[in-house]
């Protein structure tokens, strides 16, 4: 007995029946994983301010707009990537920051570090294809591509279907997955707000803008049959 | 014994350890249920197609595609609708046509008989969401909306990522929930397939198109600078 205990291990997740072997407990608390993840984004988030003011004739909105492409497309990349392709985070000896971050991100749901299938598709679509399409939309802005709007809502539609498809799920199998209700509304519920929210108004933004040029070139289309 | 096993019933589905009480046998035939849906298709295409004649200066493309969306609304909120809000189809004493219609598709994917949250909750937003969405297409299209590219990108990208995370959902969980390779292939490969291919050609036709117009449209306003 005392040797199956100790293979399946003791960890604190919910449910507690989750069976999670070789788990090695968090070392690193929430605020220094959060401290990390906010200046890293501060950094990143600084240097695209800068760079992107060395495009000519960038509007404040698409300085904003660029900083939020960049920092979600290397969160897509890198936090989320390295969930998808490391299967076997929670067990490591000497756990990195990454795996880190997912061992307490997995107390707002569980799913995480119990690798629910519904999770990896849809973090892996997300780190593989709209990561680095996150990269290329600050480009697109940057340099004035005609499918910049369109590679925007592209992507923002991504975002929302795979947050509907994480959020659905769970509702499915009965939304238990949380340690607290601290951790429920602080992670699985406010964090992945972002991604709702922000999202929906890029969408709306480039939608106006896109259905406004094709309506004044049908206009003139038509003016000068 | 006898009891638990009458209970639990038996199935032709893989695996052979889904549980499912209560499972009443499929009564249509294959050919059956194909022709009804075929037959059905056809009248709805027909249907469509005259209509469409009646709209003024629609190309015979923009004519196809508005078949085509009005049949994959219709299967989206008709056939993945009923899915969607029936959990108990293979229940039923007297099976309807579209319970026979699941029960025989499950031959090809058990997770649909066997209630997957990944399958329900992407088949419930494209039932629900992009069901009516693709019909609201059609008569963008018949009534030339500037809107109408945008709206048919917007919905095949969501029949992409949907049929993504149907597919890596499956090949996460074993890839093995077919009778045979027969039903693997005609239903789970091949009756998905068409919702990859045609989602993709759209998508390329209507991005093309839109980034031409907002192209001409930029050049004009730097011509009036």
Redesign the interface.
Do not use: N, P
């Given at each position: 007995m005392a040797g199956i205990q100790a293979s399946e291990s003791i960890h604190p997740f919910i449910p507690t029946d989750l069976i999670l072997p070789d788990y090695v407990p968090i070392i690193l608390s929430q605020s220094t994983i959060l401290t990390v993840y906010g200046c890293a984004s501060f950094l990143v988030v600084s240097f695209v301010w800068i760079l992107a003011g060395r495009f000519p004739k960038i509007s404040k909105l698409d300085k904003v707009l660029m900083c939020w492409w960049v920092f979600t497309g290397l969160t897509h990349m890198i936090l989320e990537g390295y969930f998808v392709f490391t299967p076997e985070f929670f067990k490591q000896k000497n756990p990195t920051y990454l795996a880190e971050v997912w061992k307490e991100y997995s107390k707002g749901d569980s799913r995480y570090v119990g690798r629910d299938?519904?999770i990896?598709?849809?973090e892996?679509?997300t780190a593989v294809l709209e990561g680095p399409a996150c990269l290329l939309a600050a480009y697109a802005i940057a340099t004035?591509k005609?499918?910049s709007?369109?590679l925007q809502?592209?992507i923002s539609?991504?975002q929302l279907?795979?947050t509907?498809?994480y959020f659905?799920?769970s509702y499915?199998?009965g939304d238990n997955f949380a340690v607290s209700p601290y951790y429920y509304y602080a992670y699985y519920f406010f964090a992945n707000s972002f991604w709702i929210w922000i999202p929906s108004l890029i969408m709306i933004r480039s939608?106006k803008t896109?259905?406004?040029?094709?309506?004044?070139?049908?206009q003139?289309k038509s003016k000068t049959r």
């Open positions: 299938s519904a990896v598709a849809v892996g679509i004035r005609s499918y709007h369109l809502i592209a539609l991504g279907y795979g509907a498809v659905v799920t499915l199998e939608w896109i259905c406004a040029a094709v309506c004044t070139q049908e003139k």
